[in-house]
């Protein structure tokens, strides 16, 4: 392009145009905001819509996360029911953009996504987890759901890589095809749930605090039926997500 330019002499103002077009032509855009992805470091969104993803510091129960509006550090549901989990953590509310980024992961095939998802969880990890971590767990997902990766397993792949922490992905098994949790009452998530999981070798989980890994804590009826399975034979479970509702 630079040598057109020399060659026809073409005006700086009209090179701006024949550029911009160019651009246009061979830049993807971001997936949220429509901004031409125009810096080495820009994957899928932007920097700006980067920028906009902040992990949140509201007052929350100090076990599960859920906010809380008072002075209390523990919410009423972890008093009267406590979780098989030691602690719960969640990058940000499940709203707004991580929202978006986490549907077009999951539904809309997206897999790049998996390495801005992991670095936001490894930012999660290093500023709050205060245990030492002796495996990753992912929430295993439904075999035969139509799918082509496994989106949690990609992110705690290259968490594991990346903290040089053993990664047991065939310990916790998803055995029973269930119906998505969303939109289901309480009794009818635990329903939906029994029995759907499984535990295989569980010798290697002895002895061991893990860290068992999902995108989104809505109830916490899945990871608590998850958890409940890792604390028969884990010395303490860990719980992190992506978002949280």
């Known amino acids: ?20 077009a160019d651009l246009s032509i061979f830049l993807s855009e971001c997936r949220i905001c429509g901004n031409l992805l125009v810096l080495d470091n820009e994957n899928i969104i932007c920097s700006e819509c980067r920028a906009s993803l902040i992990m949140t510091d509201d007052s929350c129960c100090r076990i599960c996360s ?20 030691q602690k719960h953590l969640s990058f940000t509310p499940y709203k707004g953009l991580i929202k978006k980024l986490i549907l077009l992961y999951k539904y809309g095939q997206v897999e790049g996504l998996k390495h801005l998802f992991t670095s936001l969880l490894l930012e999660l990890y290093k500023e709050k987890c205060n245990r030492k971590i002796d495996a990753i767990i992912p ?7 139509k799918r082509e990766f496994s989106p949690i397993m990609e992110i705690t792949e290259l968490m594991s890589n990346n903290l040089k922490i053993e990664h047991l992905s065939d310990v916790l098994v998803k055995v029973k095809k269930t119906v998505p949790q969303a939109g289901l009452g309480k009794s009818r998530r635990l329903k939906n749930l029994d029995g759907a999981f499984k535990l295989q070798n569980p010798v290697r989980l002895e002895g061991k605090t893990v860290l068992l890994i999902d995108d989104v804590y809505t109830t ?9 399975l890792l604390r028969r034979f884990a010395a303490e479970v860990v719980v992190m997500t992506l978002a949280r509702t």
């Open 1 to 20: 392009m630079e040598k057109i330019n020399r060659y026809f002499n073409i005006p700086y103002v009209l090179r701006r145009i024949i550029r911009t």
């Open 66 to 85: 859920c906010p809380l509006g008072n002075d209390a550090d523990i919410c009423g549901k972890c008093l009267v029911d406590p979780p098989p989990f």
């Open 139 to 145: 929430v295993p997902q439904d075999r035969g759901r």
């Open 220 to 228: 916490g009826t899945t990871v608590r039926k998850c958890a409940g």
